[in-house]
């Protein structure tokens, strides 16, 4: 199975170096930079389950893909998504799946009206890692989890709960890397929970710019119980209710004395960066819009977050 791995960064490079490190076909698409990095120093790995340097891995660039690809695994920002997918775009066949990791579900759409349905699988990642400036990638916890999935059961949307071949072999691949993997028959209803997930603490540590910890000791545990509460609201309106497991995981994590968890939204403002509040929290409020229930702390944490980037923006154009 031929592999094209989209960017080699925390993510992408850490899931993509496993499976090449397992003897997969993998390529990464990369830009200039990284493409140098990495015939010079090669993939680096250094990880909670173990390291690994894998030298002068295969890579290509925007421009210069010359067949189509088995599986295209996508890892990168929300807010770079538009130009990923006209990197890739030369390496979709009929016959191709696209995996994308992103958080939410707004790449979904995006994706499948430029490929088709069909192309689009469901899929989601659970690992901290972050990329050096050398190059080298760090796993920072020994959470390595990649699943994925068909969005509707099966290829042509029947729901006998039979998997379909590519899903299956697809899964073979991935089981093949040093992580953990697996297939899911309920994806679609994993992302909305991972992505409620996701929501409640960029929300709550982006708006009171600060760690679970500090929170909590500040008395707004509260106020992490009902921006769970608001986001869950809105997955279930849209049929995608969480688990109690899912209710109980979030809860706990954001209000959990002296933790030190922020999030990578959190990071991002922090340090004056572009962060993904739209494709996270705004499209989750979209989906979520009710006269009767205003959502009103994820509103504000939304509002938070979108003047930071006017003001980021009007930086750059003072610049």
């Known amino acids: 199975m031929r592999i094209l791995v989209v960017g080699a960064g925390g993510t992408g490079g850490y899931f993509g170096g496993r499976l090449l490190e397992a003897g997969r076909d993998v390529t990464f698409l990369v830009r ?57 775009a030369p390496a979709v066949g009929p016959h191709t799946a696209i995996l994308p990791l992103l958080n939410g579900m707004r790449h979904v759409d995006v994706l499948e009206a430029r490929f088709g349905r069909d192309a689009v699988l469901g899929g989601l990642c659970m690992i901290i890692g972050t990329l050096d400036d050398d190059g080298t ?83 707004g545990a509260s106020v992490a119980h009902a921006l769970f509460e608001e986001c869950a609201a809105i997955a279930a309106r849209a049929g995608h209710a969480p688990s109690e497991a899912t209710r109980a995981r979030t809860r706990a994590t954001y209000t959990e004395p002296g933790s030190p968890l922020t999030t990578s ?7 004056g960066g572009r962060t993904e509040g739209e494709h996270l929290l705004g499209d989750l409020l979209r989906r979520g819009a009710h006269p009767d229930r205003p959502d ?20 750059l154009a003072g610049a």
């Open 32 to 88: 200039p930079r990284r493409a140098a990095q990495l015939a010079e120093r090669g993939l680096v790995i250094v990880g909670a389950t173990g390291d690994a340097h894998i030298p002068a891995p295969r890579t290509v660039q925007a421009g210069a893909i010359d067949g189509h690809y088995d599986l295209v695994l996508l890892s990168c920002k929300a807010y770079d998504l538009d130009d990923a997918i006209e990197s890739f």
């Open 137 to 219: 990638i760090r796993q920072l916890t020994p959470m390595h989890t990649l699943v994925a999935g068909e969005r509707d059961g099966t290829r042509d949307g029947t729901r006998d709960g039979t998997r379909t071949p590519r899903i299956e072999a697809i899964g073979r691949e991935l089981a093949a890397g040093r992580f953990d993997s697996r297939i899911s028959d309920a994806i679609v209803q994993e992302m909305w929970e991972k992505w409620v997930f996701i929501a409640t603490g960029a929300a709550l540590t982006c708006l009171m710019r600060a760690t679970v910890g500090d929170i909590v000791a500040a008395g």
């Open 265 to 271: 939204m959190s990071r991002d403002l922090a340090r």
């Open 296 to 315: 009103a702390i994820l509103r504000l944490a939304y509002l938070h977050v979108a003047t930071h980037e006017v003001q980021r923006l009007a930086g």
